[in-house]
Each structure stands twice: as C-alpha cells, then as structure tokens.
C-alpha cells in the first residue's frame, strides 16, 4: 500500500515525497530539542522517551528515502533531473540521522553539560534546528514552484529562504565557535574523555545546519537548470 501511495506521489510530483521527509526530519529536530533540555536538565527519564520518538522517525525517514529511490522514474517529465531528486532526499536523510547520533550518544553516557554553558549549548542546539526548519520551508517553495513554473516571484521566494538559511548557518557556526571556547576554558578540569564527547557532539550539532545549508545549495542549483 505504501509503494503505491508513492507511486502515485511521482505521478504528480516527486517533491510529495521529499516534502513528507522534511516534514518528518523537522518532528525529529522537534524532538532532539526537547531531548537537548531534558538531557541538561540531567532528566533522562524524559530525554529517553525523546529519543525514543527520535528512533522511530529516523526509520520513517528511511523508508520514505528508500522509497523515492526505488521507485523514482529513470526519467522524470520535468525541468529537474532524477540525480537532483535523489541528491535532496540524501541529504535530507542526514538530519534525522545526526538527531538520532546525537541523543544516542548523550544518552548513552549520561552526558553532563556543565552548567555554566548549558544555555549556550541550548542555543546552540536551536539555532541549528531553526535552520533545518526553514530548509522545510524550501522544499515547500520548490513543490509550489514545479506546479507553476520555476520562475518570477516563486524564484525570488525561493532565493530569500536560502538566503536566510545561509545566515542563519553563519550565527550556528558564531555560537559554535563561542560554545567550544567556553568548553576550552574550563576543559582542565573536566575528564578527558568527557572533554573528547562534548568537542564531538557540538561538532555534531553544527553538522545539522550544515545539512541545511547544502539543502539550499541543491535547490538552488535545480531551479537554476
């Protein structure tokens, strides 16, 4: 049933499919916020139960990735090329999956954030996922876009939100590099290995508005074809 209803999906458009990811991959930006909270707040009964939903849209990502590439026609009736498509849904892919590296390994070692840098790295966190929200909004521009022709204020439209994602990666990467100078005043202090996870998991949480710059990127190059 599912094969056929996304069937059905390129049968109209192949951005259904891509539009139904991103809006899976913002549920699980959702909930590695809520997860980031709970974590600091050292609630891991709570931060489980997030990670747990994280997991399962993760697999639902997956599916719907796996789909689209199975069943994404070898030529499509359209001014984007199937390479594009499957460009998108790849990357897309890559947010649900940081979510998920993300809460697996904070959860597994009980990740102490140490407070006097709690909200940074909380901001940091949301600062990331706002742009993985207006990477959604994109997609959605594109879908509108291929229905009335990539072109005019559509394609004004679409270069401001990729726009705004740009400078929204730029202050990520300002709070990224403000959060790790923090960790590196007081990293003597801590244990060396903790020092190692938390340098890694702000590494990670940046890479999710990376993924969303390169969202952008990829739309820009297929409405510009």
Not at 32 to 53: G, P, Q
């Amino acid at each position: 049933m599912l094969n056929d209803s996304f069937l059905g999906m390129f049968a109209e458009s192949p951005f259904v499919g891509l539009q139904k990811h991103m809006e899976i991959d913002n549920l699980a930006s959702e909930a590695l916020e809520s997860f980031i909270k709970s974590a600091v707040e050292s609630d891991w009964r709570t931060a489980r139960k997030y990670r747990e939903t994280i997991v399962e849209l993760e697999h639902q990502a997956d599916e719907i990735k796996n789909n689209i590439r199975n069943h994404l026609p070898k030529s499509l009736f359209m001014s984007v090329s199937r390479q594009d498509i499957l460009d998108l849904v790849f990357t897309m892919d890559g947010i649900p999956n940081a979510a998920k590296d993300i809460s697996g390994v904070m959860i597994g070692r009980k990740m102490v954030i140490p407070e006097h840098m709690s909200k940074r790295f909380i901001d940091c966190t949301n600062s990331a996922i706002t742009a993985t929200h207006q990477a959604c909004d994109a997609i959605k521009k594109v879908n509108e876009m291929q229905r009335s022709g990539f072109g005019g204020k559509n394609a004004s439209e679409l270069y401001d939100l990729v726009a705004q994602i740009e400078q929204l990666e730029q202050e990520n990467d300002e709070l990224e590099i403000s959060l790790r100078n923090e960790l590196f005043k007081i990293e003597k202090d801590l244990p060396p290995v903790d020092v190692i996870f938390l340098y890694d998991i702000i590494n990670k949480i940046g890479i999710l508005a990376d993924i969303s710059q390169s969202l952008g990127h990829i739309l820009i190059r297929l409405v510009a074809k």
